[in-house]
C-alpha cells in the first residue's frame, strides 16, 4: 500500500502559476504509476495526467496540455504537478493518485491522497 498527501494548493489569479506536490509513504514508491486528478463543483472527476513508473512518459488530456507538467522523484517518493497559464475552469480540487491504469477513455487509480484545493480567479 502507498498512503498520500498534498501539498501546494491555494489562490492565484488567472495566468499565473502553481506547483502541486505529493508525498508519498509506504513501500515501493517507484513501481506505481502516479498522477493527478481533479474535481470541480458540480463535476466529475477528471484526469489530469500521468506519469510513468520511471518517469520518462507522460500523458495529459487536452484540457492541460502544454500547460501541466507532472514530474517524480522516486529517491524523495514524491510527485509534482506544475501548472502554468492558469484559468478559471482549472479551479477544483487536486487529488495525487497511485497506481493507475487505463480505463476507456480515461484513467482510474487504487490509491488517493486526501486533495488540495486550487482556485483560480479571473
Known amino acids: 500500500q502507498v498512503q498520500l498527501v498534498e501539498s501546494g494548493g491555494g489562490l492565484v489569479q488567472a495566468g499565473g502559476s502553481l506547483r502541486l506536490s505529493c508525498a508519498a509513504s509506504?513501500?515501493?514508491?517507484?513501481?506505481?504509476?502516479m498522477g493527478w486528478f481533479r474535481r470541480a463543483p458540480g463535476k466529475e472527476r477528471e484526469f489530469v495526467g500521468v506519469i510513468s513508473r520511471s518517469g520518462d512518459t507522460t500523458t495529459y488530456p487536452d484540457s492541460v496540455k502544454g500547460r501541466f507538467t507532472i514530474s517524480r522523484d522516486n529517491a524523495r517518493n514524491t510527485v509534482s504537478l506544475q501548472m502554468s497559464s492558469l484559468k478559471p475552469e482549472d479551479t477544483a480540487l487536486y487529488y495525487c493518485a497511485a497506481d493507475l491504469v487505463p480505463l476507456g477513455t480515461t484513467w482510474k487509480a487504487d490509491y488517493w491522497g486526501p486533495g488540495t484545493q486550487v482556485t483560480v480567479s479571473s
Open positions: 509506504g513501500h515501493a514508491f517507484s513501481r506505481y504509476t
